[in-house]
């Protein structure tokens, strides 16, 4: 199910003791994030420094971020276990992966974004998930493990049978959302459905012909799923306490702006990702059901670890939410 990150975890296993020289604090920090609306917190703390800005009141001083754009949470995890990334900013699937392969090595600070991931068909015979064939393809970020990918094997349980979990899987194929955006704008490409996040959500339904949905993830998870949380080591938590804070208070301050100005912060993630939509359709787009879900705590993860366990992609079933985020987030309302 994870070969791809195999080699990886093992590294990351001999790395978690680490060296004491290792475990001092940092004042570089490195955080990864994925294309898209879902991220729009992280683009405001890079536009105004937000963690730089908090750790020094928390007495850090000289803090340094580097953000890194990397189309799918497989990339980012492969860059977290390699130690090229300190924090991610990706999926829920990505973060039970790693908490579980690493025996609780890896670990939540605070999630970011639960907005709807939409699963798009341009195929006129695809209107429900029982009508995708053998040679059909779907895009996801990554194979098995990503988000969608997870919510697509939950759908495929409940529409043909616990048994049948991962009938879809095989359909699946790999591609970040920007470029499957580009393959469903092409008539000839085989690839003619993505379940897509926003604004690519979006931009298929207005700009690609016979684009229609098929299913949503507030649908399958009956209700709000965190897509977007960062996490990183506890390695790292327990050498840079103040940062792991700063980028909880970051957070809020960035969500906070989303909410209370919101054409503000859409015209600061135009600036820093180059999105060419406008302003326009990106506040009118944020106006749709479920786009201001804008929160610090997890949203709908625990039905999501327990269907990996059920299917025993997860070795260990997490008591609570709490076992897979650090205690800088424990005194929030999650799920």
């Not at 803090?63 to 995890?77: D, E, F, H, P, Y």
């Not at 690493?102 to 695809?126: C, E, F, H, Y």
């Amino acid at each position: 199910m994870w070969s791809a990150c195999a080699g990886a975890v093992v590294a990351l296993a001999m790395v978690l003791p680490g060296s004491q020289a290792a475990a001092q604090q940092k004042t570089e920090i490195s955080l990864s994030r994925q294309p898209g609306i879902f991220y729009m917190p992280s683009h405001i703390m890079e536009k105004h420094k937000l963690i730089e800005k908090h750790a020094a009141s928390l007495g850090v001083s000289g803090v340094t971020t580097k953000w890194i754009n990397l189309s799918g949470g497989g990339a980012q995890t492969d860059a977290l276990l390699a130690g090229s990334v300190d924090i991610l900013n990706t999926g829920t699937g990505n973060l039970l992966l790693l908490w579980d392969r690493t025996r609780g090595g890896v670990k939540g600070i605070v999630a970011t974004s639960a907005q709807p991931m939409t699963l798009i068909s341009r195929d006129p015979n695809i209107k429900s998930i029982k009508d995708f064939g053998p040679n059909d393809k779907i895009a996801v970020p990554t194979v098995k493990v990503s988000t969608q990918a997870i919510v697509l094997q939950i759908a495929a349980s409940e529409t043909f049978g616990a048994d049948q979990w991962s009938k879809l899987d095989a359909s699946t194929v790999q591609l970040g959302h920007p470029d499957a955006y580009v393959a469903m704008t092409n008539a000839q490409h085989e690839v003619r459905n993505h379940f897509a996040i926003p604004p690519f959500t979006f931009l298929e339904l207005k700009n690609v012909p016979g684009a229609h949905v098929v299913l949503s993830s507030p649908d399958v998870m009956g209700g709000p799923l965190s897509q977007a949380q960062f996490f990183t080591t506890t390695k790292f938590a327990d050498a840079n306490p103040k940062i792991v804070q700063a980028v909880r208070d970051a957070t809020k301050e960035a969500q906070d702006l989303i909410r209370g100005d919101t054409k503000a912060a859409v015209e600061i993630y135009k600036e820093v990702t180059g999105d060419k939509t406008s302003v326009e359709d990106l506040l009118a787009w944020l106006k749709e059901p479920g786009m201001m879900e804008w929160n610090l705590q997890p949203q709908g993860t625990m039905k999501f670890a327990t269907h990996l366990h059920k299917v025993g992609t997860l070795k260990t079933m997490p008591k609570a939410w709490t076992d897979y985020y650090l205690p800088v987030a424990h005194d929030l309302k999650g799920n």
